[in-house]
Structures are given as C-alpha cells and as structure tokens.
C-alpha cells in the first residue's frame, strides 16, 4: 500500500513537472521572438544609417574626383588651344612668305617668258641664215668632191670602200700577228706545263708488276705424237678448234730446221689458253686419251680460266679502289690476261693505264676516280674484236653503256683512239696515260722487220689506185692518211673510193687489230702579191 503511494506520489510529482515545464516552454515561445524581431529591427536601422552615411562618403568623393577630372581637362584644353593659336599663327605667317615668293616668282617667269620670246626671235633668225650658210657650203662641198673625183678618176663610194678596206685589213692583219703570239705563247707554256706534269707523273709511278710472257704455241713431245696427228685419222686438232671460239689451231711443220709445233692464233683469249692447256696435258697420254678426255679437259681448264678472270677482275678494282663496276664488266677486265696487243698484257695495260690516268689526272685537277674508271675500261673492246667488226675503242664503250656505265665514261673510252672527238680533260688524260703505257720501254715488242713489210705493203696498195696526191701512215700503222686529186676523183665517188682502199688493204695486207683509212679530196686557190 505504500508502495503504491510512494508511485502515486512520484507520479503526481513527475505530471507537476511537466505541467510546469510545459507552462514555461510555452511562455517563453511566445515571449521571445518580440524580442528577437526588435533586437532584429534595431540592427537593421543601424545598418541603414551606416550605408547612409558611406553612400554620402562615396558620392562626395567621386565629386570631388569628377570636379577635379574637370578643371584638369579644362586646363588642358585650354594649353591645346593655346599651343594651336602659336602653330595658326605661324602657318599663317609662312603662307603669307609663300605667297609673297609666288608673286616675286610669277614676275620672275614674266620677265624670263619676254626673254624667250626676244631670244626665239633671234634664234629663228640665226637659224634661217645658218641654214642658207649649210646649204651654200654643201653645194661647195659636192662641187669640191666632183673636181677631186674628176681630177682622180674615182668615185667617193669607192674611195670610201677603199679606205674600209685597207683599215680592215690593217686590223686583220694586227689581229692575225696577235693571234700568233698569243698561239706561240701558249704552246710554249703548255709544253712547259705537260712536260713538268709528266716528269711529276713518273717520279710517282713505279710499276710493282713483271710482263707476263705470252705463248701461243704448243711443243710437240715426241716423233710419235707428231706423225699421229699428222694422219688422216686423227682429228684432235679440229675437235679442240671446234669447242673454241674462232681460234685458229695448226700444226706447223714447214720448216725443216724448226721442230714442229702446233700454233694457236685469234679468237677468245680464254679459249685458245684453254686450247692450249688441253693439248699440253692430253698429248704425252696417248690418242685413246685424247678421244676419251679432250672435250672433258678443255671444259675443266675453261672453268678454271673463268674463274681466275673473275678473280682478276675483283683485284683490280679492288687495287683501283673503285666501285660500283659490273661483275661482267669486271669478268672481262680478267679476260683481258689472255689477249695481247704487240705482246703486250692487256689486263696489266689496262691497270697502267688506269693508275696512270689516276696520277695524270689529280696533276690537272679533274676526278682521279673517273680516270682510273676510263683507264680500267678503255680496252676491254680487246676481248670481243675478234667476233664483233669495229674499233676496240667503240665496242669498249658500247659494252660499258650496255652494263650502266656514265655516259662521260663511255665517251671518254670512244675517244682514245679518235673514234669520237671528244674535246675535254679527261679525253686528254686517257690518251696520254695509253700512250705512256704503250710508249715505256719494254712495255711492247714490235719486231722491226714485220712492221716495215705491213707499211710497205699498205703503202703499196694505197698508191695503186689512181689519183693519189699524198699519203702517210699514222698511229703505227692504225691509220692511213690519204688525200686525192678533185679532178680526178669525184665528191660523189668518195665514199666508194674510200671502201674500195680499205677492202684491198684487208685483201693484200696482214695486220693486227684495224686500220682506219681516211680519204681527203680538197682544192685551193692561192694568190701571191
């Protein structure tokens, strides 16, 4: 029961407290938003007065600012006027000197204009008179001229012709004495100059090479092997010539007091020292052997001198450090150490010439690499001359531009003997390095007795045609110089005249390499005063 109290109690006391808690609470809502909205109200007025009193602060200021942007523009303004009051008054000043200065020019033009017109007159005047004085004195002059014509017996044009003429040909003459001193004077300076250039030239080459001796014969074994191959039976000789390419292959036995041997001549260089190879091995064998392995053998030195000239041709544009060369090209460059011209290699010639025309031209000052190029390629014509008709020279340059070489290289290996003209340093270098080569003493063998029979017999042959005024045999037998009487001989039979020349001379004359032959019909007129 009294437990009960003491909860009712506590429960009374709990409601008691949250009556008065609810009294208060609501009071004080009611109360204290009045007084929050007149502290609120308050605050604003203040704020008011406080902007109130900075718009007032600003607007004074920027009028203050603005007043005083004024008097500054005032003051300016009237600084422009003043200093534009000086600049009017001093252009009004110089208008008033210029016009002043046009009034006393006008009246200087006024007095010159007078002047003119009084010296027009006067001029007019002279003028008439000079004129009736030009014409008195011409008609004087022609009179003059006519008494001195008379009297000479000579027209003025053709004095005046006369004149021109003999000033022309005192000029002339003038120029041609001046010519030939400046001709004389150059030759004298170039032999001087080349001289020097190859005197220089062979103090710096020294060839590092022995010329290979060439062979083109075979030695006989025995009496044996000489009598087989003399029988009808045998045929070696004629089966080896037929895997060549026109080599000439004969026994020779015609002279008793030379032991018999069997001679190779012309045709592929390769070919006939395979040919050649071949019979040296074969022949001590026996002739079973030799129907049994001839072709086997030849084919095994063939490939063996293809190889080697391959070889040969990489070293030497290898030593010449060139570059860009054909492996063809180069393959015939090889080939040429097989092929002579008066015993002389033509692959070591060949690589002469290049070092030399290299030297020659870095003396003269035009591309060594170039040279050496043309040097390198000038002969390789030797190789195909044999099968193909024209100038070394030509066929060389052909086969050059056939495997992408430089029009100038092709040119320049045309014109080594003059098949070309060609008129520039690295024609001339070429030529005086093939000299050099062909020239040095030892380089060739040229048996005196056969050179002096071919020129007799060309010699011979030229003058039995008729109407020969003159003939020489240039470049060592290479060239026949011909020039024929143009009486007897016509312009339109000349082509014809000149085959006809070279046709006999192939007919009657045994000669290595070509012989150009070149026919000249001319006829002068001279005077003597």
Request: hydrophobic letters at 40%; aromatic letters at 6%; one cysteine or more.
């Amino acid at each position: 029961m009294e437990s009960n109290l003491e909860i009712t109690s506590i429960l009374i006391t709990a409601l008691a407290g949250l009556s008065i808690g609810y009294i208060f609470f609501t009071v004080m809502r009611k109360a204290l938003p009045k007084r929050l909205h007149k502290e609120h109200l308050q605050q604003r007025d203040l704020v008011i007065q406080k902007a109130e009193l900075k718009r007032k602060q600003i607007l004074e200021e920027a009028a203050a600012r603005q007043k005083e942007k004024e008097m500054m523009a005032v003051e300016e303004l009237d600084n422009h006027i003043e200093d534009r009051k000086y600049d009017l008054a001093a252009q009004e000043e110089e208008i008033l000197s210029q016009e002043q200065f046009l009034q006393r020019e006008h009246s200087r033009m006024q007095k010159i204009e007078a002047s003119y017109q009084s010296y027009s007159k006067k001029v007019d005047l002279v003028r008439g008179e000079a004129e009736t004085e030009i014409a008195t004195l011409n008609s004087l002059r022609q009179e003059l001229q006519s008494g001195l014509a008379a009297k000479a017996d000579c027209t003025i044009n053709a004095q005046i012709n006369l004149l021109k003429d003999e000033f022309i040909n005192e000029r002339q003459l003038e120029s041609q004495r001046r010519i030939k001193d400046i001709t004389e004077q150059v030759t004298i300076n170039s032999k001087k100059t080349a001289e020097r250039t190859l005197a220089r030239l062979l103090s710096r080459y020294e060839p590092n090479f022995v010329w290979p001796k060439p062979v083109s014969h075979v030695d006989l074994p025995d009496k044996r092997v000489i009598d087989l191959l003399s029988s009808d039976e045998s045929t070696l000789i004629a089966d080896i010539a037929e895997m060549t390419d026109l080599v000439e292959i004969s026994l020779n036995q015609e002279k008793p007091e030379i032991p018999p041997v069997i001679k190779l001549g012309g045709g592929y260089g390769m070919d006939k020292e395979a040919a050649r190879l071949t019979l040296e091995e074969i022949l001590p064998k026996g002739k079973n052997y030799w129907d049994r392995s001839a072709k086997k053998v030849y084919q095994k030195h063939r490939t063996q001198l293809d190889q080697q000239a391959e070889r040969l041709g990489r070293h030497a544009v290898a030593v010449l450090k060139l570059d860009n060369i054909h492996p063809e090209v180069q393959r015939m460059v090889g080939a040429l150490n097989w092929r002579t011209s008066y015993r002389q290699n033509q692959f070591h010639h060949s690589l002469e010439v290049a070092r030399l025309a290299g030297i020659l031209a870095f003396e003269l000052g035009v591309d060594p690499d170039i040279a050496k190029r043309c040097g390198l390629l000038h002969d390789i014509g030797k190789g195909l001359d044999y099968r193909i008709e024209g100038s070394h020279a030509v066929i060389s340059g052909d086969y050059a531009d056939r495997y992408g070489e430089s029009k100038l290289v092709c040119d320049t290996v045309m014109s080594h003997h003059n098949d070309l003209v060609l008129e520039t340093p690295m024609s001339y270098v070429l030529k005086s390095a093939d000299t050099l080569s062909g020239a040095r003493p030892g380089a060739r063998v040229n048996l005196e007795e056969g050179y002096q029979v071919r020129l007799s017999a060309i010699e011979e042959v030229v003058k039995s045609f008729p109407g020969i005024q003159k003939m020489a045999i240039m470049n060592g037998g290479r060239e026949v110089h011909v020039e024929v009487n143009h009486k007897k001989i016509r312009e339109e039979n000349l082509k014809t005249f000149t085959a006809n020349i070279a046709r006999k001379i192939e007919e009657n004359v045994a000669f290595p390499g070509q012989i150009k032959v070149l026919v000249s019909r001319r006829f002068e007129s001279v005077a003597v005063a």
